[in-house]
């Protein structure tokens, strides 16, 4: 099958310009002025788009256990809406079991997504204890298997929380082995008892998650794992950052010279603490771990994003109803299920609140959404570029049509929007998967399942020249 995209302009993390896109199979096949269409069975007309590289989400939790529920969205249902929203390729949170081998995890990970994935998808591996079955384990995982990235949290004390040992283990196997650590940074302890002194006050309210979370929380948390990672020389990501204590912690890291790299999700550029304020119960909706935090702390992560301090936008997509899950913390805000629904907002909230509104550039933006978590994690230049050679998932974008964000119009499962009746500017109109159409003029055509599990490179592998001179 040859498909032939005309019309359009072309951005890359480096480069806009003219040209056509001619696609032959799955495939980037030509790029160029007036490409032939003799031969070509599909022409796709671009005109007034942009053509980017699809999005690439380094963070997703579809179809996972948490807080005493499953979230709300699946491989199914989360991918849909993701290719919706223009995004290709996610990569997702395997949980692990302590005591229990990590190839169970990885198992039950892959009947999750195969037969439901719309788009391809990879997997990070959680690393929660370090005994002699995980060091075994795990230079298979990596080699063999594909899965070049764990996931330590320094938070969610008896539940998820690791040791500092536990990190600083898994970031010395990991630089042996060739795997990017990543971390959820806060501290767990202090949490811990900050939560349980409010209780004891009787402070059972949805602002009581953001009050015992402090930015302190986040940024001890953040400068600890900075670190352990550079007393480990070994490579480091750190996801959803929140604040301007935590941003702080990795330029510094950074300054010395340390391999370490940051992620924020749209919520928190967007929203802030005062949702957790809203009347009733209505706070729940806006329960993340880190908390949304107050608004100034925006403008250090807009400002991060602009600087390089931080790289990446991931969902953190984790959605539960708030009828019928996010009610099960009503009366205690500490079993509120933590987490919400970005996946498909996540690229146009970007474009939106960052390019419509000057705040980065067109190709920081395709950096920030696609590209940059493609070298990270891996992936390029199989994914994230457009280029001779590479995947062909691309997304035609219309930078002037205007839309506002619902519940009611969304394509997720859960029942709200944590983005309601807001305006964005641009919308994801086509998007493909590996050459194929999979949404046609804002419509899903594709097929479930469609999508192929990734196996990744090691860290650095195929880009380390590329990482370095990008640090
Ligand atoms: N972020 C959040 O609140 N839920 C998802 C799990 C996590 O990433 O910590
Ligand atoms: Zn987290
Ligand atoms: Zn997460």
């Not at 002194?197 to 986040?218: D, F, M, N, W």
């Amino acid at each position: 099958m040859k498909r032939l995209i005309q019309n359009g302009t072309i951005v890359t993390a480096s480069d806009t310009y003219k040209a056509d896109l001619l696609i032959e199979g799955e495939t980037i096949a030509q790029i160029g002025q007036q490409l032939a269409v003799q031969g070509v069975d599909e022409i796709i007309d671009a005109s007034g788009c942009f053509v980017f590289p699809g999005g690439i989400d380094p963070h997703t939790h579809l179809d996972m256990p948490f807080g005493g529920t499953v979230t709300k969205d699946d491989f199914e249902t989360g991918t849909i809406a993701a290719a919706y929203g223009g995004t290709t390729t996610i990569i997702d949170f395997c949980l692990t079991e302590k005591e229990k081998p990590l190839h169970t995890a990885i198992e039950a990970w892959h009947k999750k997504a195969a037969g439901k994935a719309a788009i391809d998808y990879g997997f990070h591996l959680m690393i929660g204890e370090i005994n002699e079955a995980v060091l075994n384990e795990l230079p298979a995982i990596v080699s063999t298997e594909g899965i070049s990235s764990f996931k330590v949290f320094m938070a969610y004390k008896h539940v998820f929380q690791a040791d500092d040992a536990t990190l600083f283990e898994t970031l010395t196997k990991a630089k042996e082995l060739g795997a990017l650590v990543m971390v959820h940074a806060e501290n767990g302890d202090v949490i811990d008892y900050l939560t349980k002194q409010a209780l004891k006050e009787g402070k059972t309210a949805p602002i009581y998650h953001a009050l015992t979370r402090p930015v302190e929380a986040e940024g001890e948390a953040t400068g600890r794992a900075c670190q352990l990672a550079s007393l480990a020389q070994s490579q480091l990501y750190v996801v959803h950052v929140t604040c301007q204590e935590a941003v702080q912690q990795i330029a510094e890291a950074r300054k010395q010279g340390a391999d370490i790299w940051g992620e924020t999700c749209p919520q928190y550029l967007v929203l802030d603490e005062s949702m957790l304020r809203k009347p009733g119960f209505e706070g729940a909706k806006y329960v993340w771990s880190p908390p949304l935090r107050e608004k100034q702390h925006q403008d250090a992560l807009w400002k991060a994003l602009k600087t390089g301090a931080l790289q990446t936008i991931g969902s953190d997509q984790c959605s539960f109803d708030f009828a019928g899950q996010k009610d099960l913390g009503i009366n205690d805000f500490t079993k509120i299920p933590n987490g919400g629904p970005i996946i498909e907002d996540r690229f146009s909230l970007l474009y939106s609140e960052g390019v419509a509104k000057g705040r980065i550039g067109l190709n920081e933006f395709v950096d920030l959404v696609s590209t940059r978590a493609a070298k990270l994690f891996g992936l390029y230049p199989k994914k994230g570029c457009i280029a001779v050679g590479a995947d062909a998932d691309i997304v035609l974008f219309d930078p002037q049509a205007e839309r506002v964000l619902s519940a009611r119009t969304h394509h997720l499962a859960v029942d709200y929007s944590a983005f309601e009746g807001m305006r964005v500017k641009g919308t994801p109109r086509t998007v493909l998967s590996r050459g194929k159409v999979i949404v046609r003029d804002q419509t899903y055509v594709g097929t479930p399942g469609e999508g192929a599990f990734l196996k990744r490179a090691r860290y650095g592998e195929l880009w380390t020249n590329d990482l370095v001179g990008q640090r």
